[in-house]
């Protein structure tokens, strides 16, 4: 029988066990399904700036996607905003990305048996192909706001997946009204933020529009890097 737990932030994807799957819905995982669509290759993500810096150096081409405290960080190709690569041709390209929440807790989910990103996007494919490899344990990390707070969107985003995982009932129409007059999303709607933009909201909120799960794997270099689950297979870490 499938055993669903919930855990938070880095100290959580550390000690996660079974398939992992890191929830950051504002945005950092939310726009790891913008960049696929957008015809993204590979997604590399990185715990530090310097890493992502060198790894860019490695990957030819390769675009930059980072922020801290939400903004862009000098020097890197886009922010962490859905908006800002949601029109833009990236067609076979490879993105580094490295963010204050999300991408700490895909570098440092050790123990997973595999790792797959959450986010509203594309929760029900997510749990769609979780339920195919019919696990044990399924283990969902809230990274929260800036990995260290817990935050309303990614604590409903868990709650959706384990409501998919285990059969149970969810109310997904309060989802959108809920986080509208969340304090977790005020950010998007402060004139004074404009690295924040209201259309990264509805963009992040756009539930079951991408039509694929997104699992890690290694390359030859053993390098950790995200790629749309196409097929129904597992990969090593």
């Keep these: 029988m499938l055993r669903v737990e919930k855990t938070d932030f880095v100290s959580g994807a550390n000690q996660a066990r079974g398939v992992v799957v890191i929830i950051d819905v504002f945005r950092a995982f939310s726009v790891a399904c913008y960049c696929f669509m957008r015809g993204v290759r590979a997604i590399y993500p990185v715990a530090e700036i310097d890493t992502a810096l060198s790894l860019q150096k490695e990957l030819p081409g390769a675009i930059l996607i980072g922020e801290r405290y939400g903004k862009k960080l000098p020097g890197f190709d886009f922010g962490n905003s859905p908006t800002e690569i949601k029109e833009v041709d990236l067609t076979g390209k490879t ?79 309060s989802v959108e009204p809920k986080l509208r007059q969340s304090a977790f999303s005020e950010r998007f709607f402060d004139p004074t933020k404009p690295w924040n933009p209201p259309s990264d909201f509805d963009l992040c909120l756009a539930v079951n529009t991408y039509p694929y799960a997104i699992s890690s794997a290694v390359d030859e270099q053993a390098r950790l890097f995200l790629r749309p689950q196409l097929t129904n297979f597992n990969v090593t870490l």
């Design 95 to 173: 993105v580094v990305q490295t963010t204050h929440a999300g991408t700490q807790g895909v570098a440092n989910a050790h123990q997973a048996e595999e790792i797959l990103t959450g986010a509203f996007v594309n929760a029900k494919a997510t749990a769609d192909y979780i339920r195919k490899q019919s696990p044990k344990l399924v283990t969902l990390v809230r990274m929260g706001l800036n990995g260290k707070i817990p935050s309303d969107e990614d604590t409903l985003c868990a709650e959706y997946l384990e409501s998919l995982l285990l059969g149970l009932d969810f109310n997904l129409q």
